[in-house]
């Protein structure tokens, strides 16, 4: 009856160590929101949109991972729509002032163009 009571303890071990190296991987890898602080730059484009506003945000350095987590987030804030894509953000509607705010409460530093 030892051997399937060994096999259990031996198994109870292998996960230990398993969450053990789980914990260190987490450590290490980058959190959410790891991109640092930037330097935005947030500006009223109308061109090629028929005369529709467009807000453009440009000067994001990092992966398009979390362009598009960045971008999906302000888009959830503002409630409008848009798109990402070259390092650079665009939200539908004149939305400066209110992506400003936004970008600088994260602690990102912002240059708002008029």
Not at 2 to 10: A, G, H, I, P, V
Not at 34 to 54: C, I, M, P, T
């Amino acid at each position: 009856m030892n051997d399937w009571k060994d096999q259990l303890s031996q198994l109870a071990e292998g996960e230990l160590h398993m969450k053990e190296e789980l914990d260190k991987l987490k450590e290490e890898a980058p959190q959410e929101g790891s991109f640092g602080k930037q330097h935005f730059r947030v500006e009223l484009d109308k061109a090629g949109r028929k005369g529709k506003q467009a807000t453009l945000i440009t000067g994001f350095e990092g992966d398009d991972e979390e362009l598009k987590q960045l971008a999906a987030e302000l888009k959830k804030c503002c409630g409008v729509g848009g798109s990402c894509r070259g390092g650079e953000i665009l939200i539908q509607g004149d939305l400066r002032d209110k992506i400003g705010e936004l970008l600088s409460q994260k602690g990102h530093k912002v240059k708002i163009i008029r």
